[in-house]
């Protein structure tokens, strides 16, 4: 298996564009999970996944960002308008049962930079 | 909600056993204990889980006191390339399937 699949690697926009993180979790997961990871708060869960349906959003910071999981083996997260302070390491993961017993795999990253 | 309180770092030598405790005194009756290594740049690797006493594999031991509220992670005879973040991790205190990340401890292993 290939793992976990993130694009871009990295991502350089201006503050104010849209921006899409894309996600293809392992095959047969039925978690995924969206973190963020920043010098000044570490890794912050953002929101996770249980069959395509979002099941806690609770650490996504503003309205501005948004995630979907059309299917299985896509996901997206997406910010709108993007601000300087939304620089951070977006990673993704996912998981066969559960968060609490299960071991999550991570992807390699999206590092966004936002000037 | 559950929280851990790990060291912020530590030193080391090549070969030398090293030891790093988290602190999670709100863990949750069905909460496990899982451990993450995360080298710069990469996402973070599981390394070992468990849920009471002791937990062994080829990469670490976890050792969890009967009453839960600590645990330890064992790397033994550690190398150069064990310099990483380890993070500490537990299940949402509420019950629910989000686990929160501690801040993780730096580990920097000097020849």
Not at chain 1, 86 to 114: E, H, I, K, M, N
Not at chain 2, 33 to 44: A, D, E, K, L, R
Not at chain 2, 93 to 98: D, I, L, Q, Y
């Amino acid at each position: 298996d290939a793992g976990v699949i993130q694009s871009p690697r990295h991502e350089v926009t201006e503050m104010g564009q849209e921006v899409t993180l894309r996600c293809k979790p392992i095959s047969g997961h039925d978690y995924l999970f969206w973190y963020r990871q920043t010098m000044m708060r570490g890794l912050e869960l953002l929101i996770y996944f249980n069959n395509n349906v979002p099941i806690d959003d609770s650490g996504m910071p503003e309205d501005r960002f948004s995630a979907k999981m059309p299917n299985a083996s896509f996901s997206t997260l997406k910010i709108q308008p993007s601000e300087p302070r939304d620089s951070a390491v977006y990673f993704c993961a996912s998981s066969l049962v559960g968060a609490r017993t299960d071991t999550q795999y991570f992807g390699p990253g999206t590092r966004l930079t936002v000037l | 909600l559950a929280k851990t309180t790990q060291p912020i770092s530590m030193d080391s030598y090549e070969g030398q056993e090293v030891n790093i405790t988290c602190s999670h005194n709100n863990i949750a009756t069905n909460d496990y204990i899982t451990w993450y290594q995360q080298f710069p740049s990469q996402g973070p690797r599981f390394i070992i889980q468990g849920y009471k006493t002791k937990v062994t594999n080829e990469v670490a031991s976890l050792f969890i006191p009967a009453d839960r509220k600590s645990s330890t992670l064992s790397l033994p005879r550690v190398s150069l390339s064990d310099t990483a973040v380890y993070y500490c991790l537990v299940g949402d205190g509420t019950g629910g399937f989000k686990t929160i990340f501690g801040a993780g401890t730096r580990l920097f292993v000097k020849a």
